[in-house]
């Protein structure tokens, strides 16, 4: 029910042909078995410009989608004393415009763009990334190099932006999660830059003025401190021409001498920490090899070794003595973090788990690391390097990773730094980070934070008046390639199957890597299936999947798994990711599990429990007492979607009940199943009718879908969240209209332009104009029979009746008069934008597939929507938000320290 805490996923995935580039990985070009015939990929060019502006250029053509990815190689390591924040600061001015450009003209530009940008600052990089069309590619290199040779930094802007920021200070300090690795940073890296993380502090944001960020901007925001990745649908040679006319009369600068991190020795200690948490965990920290170290490939291999299901840590939970565990490898450039975590139930003592955790890793530390178990992780992360180009932002991600972070000459070079590692390196590095006297433990005990409890409501005379809106003129560079919308062109169709059985398969099949992706759905709702009484069976019999099947149990399953770098798993959503030439292993290992799962009585004896003891917690926590009140906001009282779990009740379940559940819930006539990647459409076939074509319904087909709900009205609820500096706040009503009508349409289109994005009217009113949030959107959820509207912010207590009052007053607006032409341009080529980029990774083409599915709409569902979106007018949004949202039936649920505002 808890999804692993204090987890950074390390990109590995950026080599464009797995076969050709990655060390001990066959090539394949085989015809006749299902894998497609390819040419010779295009290889990465760099290049060094004469201002020192490095550039990386990386083809990839799985769609005409390119990604930018800009790295300065500066962060927060190297801002003024007292000052933590300043790299974080001027991260967020970057999008206040410069001269040549606006802030309002790069907010129509990232909103006609249709892709994803946004920033990151870390301890030694901060990050600008944008993905958009590949014909696009000339507006993002102009948008780079203008806010690398003239940012505007006007003082007015950052008085708007310090109110937005200090918001982000609040919601993170909100976090007990970030709270603990605030302190554990301090404590191992005490006296060096690496001391605080990046976000920075209110009070060195109140001190902070555009003179201190002027400077950091002179300082470090030059060519020369500067690299450039380019990954997707693009020719290099064009490209680096392209790169060399926009970017190469800016001046290099001279640099600063950059932040040396030297941590002193670290005293064993232990600190004490509330949470809001529904369990509570222990956690042991170490210090470990940064990413530039010769060692970080041994430390990332400890790291899997440590995290594996086959170790010692794991194995808590099967044992029944942790609800999780795992081992989380915090990555930074010159150290890194390694936490070994496990969970108890709250009200319970730690001391027995934190003794067991102390146990298992001084018997690592003595007795070393199982050898099958480090080849196992360098299989894994070679592995890994091979699904680069099933993802283009996440192959310019990688590459800036390598270079940027890594200090590496391509990514080649981390793939040989696996490939050398040996048990001597791992077990060497083991003895040096696992030492007990340098070990930080952590023991985080939930408290309750009491009950959601009704409110009176906002009352007050305050009144909130926008500016008036304006057509944004773009710059004549960005117009001509940005402001004519051309007529959707219908994607080319999938391969679609039905089996006998029922079972669905949808196949996309690419060749820009040697390696395939299964995913798979059944259909499914626990509300509606699980029988009166048997509350919490849908999780347990999901849970024990893990256990095995008939032929393997958990061990020999994962160790299988394994022996092939394959990653699976199995319930009511399956998967399955794997190199080629192992696809047929993995999908005989997926189906086994898949039907026939060995469900065994001490394994659900434990998952029961386990489930129990996290309920106690649960029920109790303020992110699930949120959630509930979100819940019960938008539907009436008895409702199958109130049905909740309790501990008691799940005590008395049965395996026979749990078996009975599988047998009824798990259909093929219920299930879809989409394969992407190196495979033919007809050998994907073959290959899942031989492994799921036995399998049968038993008994007739269950009722899944909720019955349609009356309007939901009116009501405040506030639920104490103690831990919190910031609220959360939600504003919920239930939605007569179901995603089968086609007016949905015209309200995605209006939600665009209202609340999702940079540019939207609720973040302009929130966020760029009263700082009275950081973050601030507007969504819909549709599914077959019930829908959705919410709006939702994160703000200090004493700004949430004026962020309300805001968005009212901007969601009337979309009733009262039609949204503007400029607005419905941008809304429309965004939108329009936005559907082709999803094409941009093999993993969102499958959730495409897979949502398309569930919820009964054609697999070019995209193609009806683009052909809407094109032709959409002003006043039919209107129309939809006037006969559709009800303002003043929309819920307030605040979730957030005791205070009324």
Known sequence: MIARLFRKTFPLSFLLCASCLIPGLPAIARTGTGTAVREQPEMPVQATLPNGLRVVIVPDRLAPVVSTEINYLAGSAAAPAAFPGTAHALEHMMFRGSEGLDRDQ?????????????????????QFFYTAPAENLDVLLHIEALRMNGLTLAADDWAHERGAIEQEVSRDLSSPGYVYLSRLQSILFANTPYEHDALGTRPSFDRTDTTLLRRFYRDWYAPNNAI???AGDVDAARTLAMVRKTFGAIPARKLPARPEIHPGPVQAQTLQFPTDYPMGLVAIASRMPGQNSHDFAAARILSDVLSSQRGALYELVPQGRALLASFDFITKSDAGIGIAIAAFPKGSAPGPLQARMQDILRSLRENGVPADLVDAAKRKELAELGFAANSI???????SEAQA??????????????????????????????????????????RDGGHPAPGKGFGGSESFASVPDHPVTLPAWANASLRTVRPPVPA?????????????LVVRPATVSHTI???????????????PGQEGIADITDELFRYGSTMHD??????????????ESAGTTFSLNVLTPDFDRGLDLLAENELHPSLPEAAFRVVRANTAASLSGLLHSPSYLFGRALQAAVSPPGDPSLRQANPAKVMKLTLADCRAFWGAAYRPDLTT???????TPDAAYRAVTRTFGPWQAIGPTPAIDLPPRPDSHARVMHVPDPSSMQASVSLPESLGITVDNPEHFALNMGNEILGSGFSSRLYRDLRVRTGYVYTVRSNLTWKRHRSAYNISFGADPDKIAAARTAAVHDLIAMQTEPVSEDELVMARTGLLRSLALQSASLDTIAESYLHFSNLGLPFNQNDIAAQAYYTMDATTIRDAFRKWIRPADLATIIKGPVTTP
């Not at 932002?393 to 590459?399: F, K, R, T, V």
């Not at 999938?494 to 006998?500: D, G, M, S, V, Y």
């Not at 958990?554 to 990653?567: E, S």
Request: net charge negative; aromatic share 4%.
């Open 517 to 531: 992706n299964l995913y798979g759905i059944i259909r499914h709702n626990e509300d509606m299936q699980e029988p």
């Open 228 to 230: 450039l990745v380019i």
């Open 106 to 126: 790069l907010a129509a530009i990232g909103a006609r763009l249709g892709g994803s940008y946004n920033a990151d600052t870390t301890e030694n990089v901060t």
């Open 673 to 679: 199943i989409v394969i992407t990647g190196d495979i």
């Open 554 to 567: 958990r061990i020999g399953l994962q160790k299988a798994l394994d022996d092939i770098a394959a990653t």
């Open 393 to 399: 932002s996440g192959l310019a991600e990688s590459w």
């Open 492 to 504: 080319a169709p999938p391969a679609t199957f039905t089996l006998p059985n029922g079972l669905k």
């Open 405 to 446: 972070v890594m200090g590496l000459q391509s990514p080649d070079d981390e793939a040989a730094a696996f490939a050398a590692v040996t048990p001597e390196d791992v077990n060497r590095l083991a003895r040096q980070v696992l030492d007990p006297q340098q070990a930080i433990t952590a023991i985080l005990t939930p």
